[in-house]
């Protein structure tokens, strides 16, 4: 150390102080970031800087260890004057490691999967009025042009640092512009011969105009919509309900308990509801589904009724039998690896499946019956989680609409025949590998026995 020289001292100790300062003035500005979109509503870019945390706290780390060594170094040299700068920047350094850098990365998969379950693709109704303006193959794009779109909400504003040529804004928003267009056209030009009048749909939707069947003149449908069908992610609105601590990258329950799990349920919940909740079926046997699930032996299954008195909380109003579906999803997701989280979100198998809904209606399916599919989607949904293994594609629909249609003893339709059902259910079968699918199926269909309704 010796051989270190005046002007070497003096040069070490400003670069360690050009660190120090450098950090501080990061540190403040991302915790500043931070705290506005949280009071602010910002949800979008909240939740998409969470999915980085760990990286910028580890570089923060890794700038206070430099600045450390480099003041040891200059310490060393002779400095003596730096002893009170050592132990400052030494304890900024262990705090940054071990209060924020170390539960960053902790929780960086949560923070993943957090984002895919607010961001996933979201089911909304479209008012009667606007359901006809949506035709053609790939509608989206053409309807998103050139119209005059509403001040986005808080909750979807995005950083415009990377420009995307997905759509961001949501399609309730481009529609009912859309409308307020034509209607102005209409009303400059009343006699207008040339004009094509809105013709109302009464057919099975294109693919991806993301409606599910049926469509009906003067009827509400149901959409899902999402970067499927060139949408771009954001933050489902329900967000508005949720208690900020459960929003939080380390939440808690209003008991005291992990969070993680209420979060990412009350993510799915808020995107996946479609038009009539509170007409799920559901008659859940939650010993039996427990005992034959992926996730045996279910140790969070003791948090049952603190996980049912945040959801009670939240969806009471919609039904007892949708709070059951949203203790039961939490449990399962609570139980779950991170990464059989992330492989379930991103085969969106936390939606009714669309094609299937539009592929069973040009078969012929009743109204009747595609309302049942609808219903079970929440059954399927819990049987699916409860089964899943990564790469398994097939949400188990087709079986559990054939148990539940046999519990009631209604005749099978027609349709259940064909060769492409027949596949279906032979995939749904094969996907289950070892699983007991018949017995979680009865788990969730424990005391049906009564006919139908609609």
């Given at each position: 150390?010796?051989?270190?020289?005046?002007?070497?001292?003096?040069?070490?100790?400003?670069?360690?102080?050009?660190?120090?300062?450098?950090?501080?003035?990061?540190?403040g500005?991302?915790?500043?970031?931070?705290?506005?979109?949280?009071?602010?509503?910002?949800?979008?870019?909240?939740?998409?800087?969470?999915?980085?945390?760990?990286?910028?706290?580890?570089?923060?780390?890794?700038?206070?260890?430099?600045?450390?060594?480099?003041?040891?170094?200059?310490?060393?040299?002779?400095?003596?004057?730096?002893?009170?700068?050592?132990?400052?920047?030494?304890?900024?350094?262990?705090?940054?490691?071990?209060?924020?850098?170390?539960?960053?990365?902790?929780?960086?998969?949560?923070?993943?999967?957090?984002?895919?379950?607010?961001?996933?693709?979201?089911?909304?109704?479209?008012?009667?009025?606007?359901?006809?303006?949506?035709?053609?193959?790939?509608?989206?794009?053409?309807?998103?042009?050139?119209?005059?779109?509403m001040?986005?909400?808080?909750?979807e504003?995005?950083?415009?640092?990377?420009?995307?040529?997905?759509?961001?804004d949501?399609?309730?928003?481009?529609?009912?512009?859309?409308?307020?267009?034509?209607?102005?056209?209409?009303?400059?030009?009343?006699?207008?011969?040339?004009?094509?009048?809105i013709?109302?749909?009464?057919?099975?939707?294109?693919?991806?105009?993301?409606?599910?069947?049926?469509?009906?003149?003067?009827?509400?449908?149901?959409?899902?919509?999402?970067?499927?069908?060139?949408?771009?992610?954001?933050?489902?609105?329900?967000?508005?309900?949720?208690?900020q601590?459960?929003l939080?990258?380390?939440?808690?329950?209003?008991?005291?308990?992990?969070?993680?799990?209420?979060?990412?349920?009350?993510?799915?919940?808020?995107?996946?509801?479609?038009?009539?909740?509170?007409?799920?079926?559901?008659?859940?046997?939650?010993?039996?589904?427990?005992?034959?699930?992926?996730?045996?032996?279910?140790?969070?299954?003791?948090l049952?009724?603190?996980?049912?008195?945040?959801?009670?909380?939240?969806?009471?109003?919609?039904?007892?039998?949708?709070?059951?579906?949203?203790?039961?999803?939490?449990?399962?997701?609570?139980?779950?690896?991170?990464?059989?989280?992330e492989?379930?979100?991103?085969?969106?198998?936390?939606?009714?499946?669309?094609?299937?809904?539009?592929?069973?209606?040009?078969?012929?399916?009743?109204?009747?019956?595609?309302k049942?599919?609808?219903?079970?989607?929440?059954?399927?949904?819990?049987?699916?989680?409860?089964?899943?293994?990564?790469?398994?594609?097939?949400?188990p629909?087709?079986?559990?609409?054939?148990?539940?249609?046999?519990?009631?003893?209604?005749?099978?339709?027609?349709?259940?025949?064909?060769?492409?059902?027949?596949?279906?259910?032979?995939?749904?079968?094969?996907?289950?590998?070892?699983?007991?699918?018949?017995?979680?199926?009865?788990?969730?269909?424990?005391?049906?026995?009564?006919?139908r309704?609609?």
């Open positions: 150390m010796s051989k270190i020289t005046d002007a070497q001292r003096i040069q070490i100790f400003w670069t360690a102080a050009t660190i120090a300062v450098a950090v501080s003035l990061v540190h500005a991302i915790t500043t970031l931070v705290e506005i979109c949280e009071s602010e509503g910002l949800w979008t870019v909240r939740f998409s800087l969470g999915r980085r945390e760990h990286i910028w706290w580890t570089a923060i780390a890794v700038a206070l260890v430099a600045s450390l060594g480099c003041m040891v170094l200059s310490f060393l040299a002779g400095n003596s004057n730096d002893s009170l700068g050592i132990i400052l920047l030494a304890s900024a350094s262990s705090l940054a490691v071990f209060r924020y850098a170390w539960p960053a990365w902790r929780n960086r998969h949560y923070c993943s999967n957090r984002w895919a379950a607010w961001t996933g693709p979201s089911r909304t109704g479209i008012d009667a009025t606007l359901v006809p303006l949506i035709e053609g193959n790939d509608p989206w794009p053409i309807l998103s042009k050139d119209v005059p779109i001040k986005q909400h808080p909750v504003i995005r950083l415009p640092i990377f420009k995307s040529n997905l759509i961001a949501d399609p309730t928003d481009i529609l009912k512009a859309k409308k307020r267009l034509i209607d102005s056209e209409s009303e400059k030009q009343p006699d207008e011969k040339s004009k094509t009048p013709k109302p749909l009464n057919r099975v939707p294109d693919d991806k105009t993301g409606l599910y069947a049926p469509i009906h003149a003067g009827k509400s449908a149901s959409l899902l919509w999402g970067s499927h069908i060139g949408f771009s992610p954001r933050v489902s609105r329900g967000v508005l309900a949720v208690p601590r459960l939080q990258s380390s939440p808690l329950t209003s008991s005291g308990h992990n969070g993680q799990p209420v979060c990412l349920a009350h993510g799915i919940l808020g995107r996946n509801k479609g038009l009539e909740p509170h007409t799920f079926i559901l008659s859940l046997n939650p010993f039996r589904l427990e005992e034959k699930c992926v996730q045996w032996p279910r140790p969070s299954k003791v049952r009724t603190y996980y049912r008195e945040e959801m009670n909380a939240a969806y009471g109003g919609v039904g007892a039998t949708f709070v059951a579906a949203a203790t039961e999803l939490a449990l399962l997701l609570a139980d779950s690896s991170h990464s059989l989280i492989d379930w979100l991103n085969l969106r198998m936390e939606h009714q499946d669309h094609a299937l809904n539009n592929q069973l209606a040009r078969l012929g399916a009743s109204d009747e019956e595609l049942v599919l609808y219903r079970l989607s929440y059954a399927a949904m819990l049987v699916s989680l409860s089964a899943h293994r990564k790469g398994r594609k097939w949400r629909e087709m079986k559990l609409f054939t148990a539940y249609w046999r519990k009631c003893g209604g005749e099978m339709p027609a349709w259940i025949d064909t060769t492409v059902v027949a596949e279906r259910i032979g995939r749904e079968e094969s996907g289950a590998g070892d699983t007991d699918l018949d017995a979680l199926i009865e788990a969730v269909l424990y005391e049906i026995d009564t006919p309704s609609v």
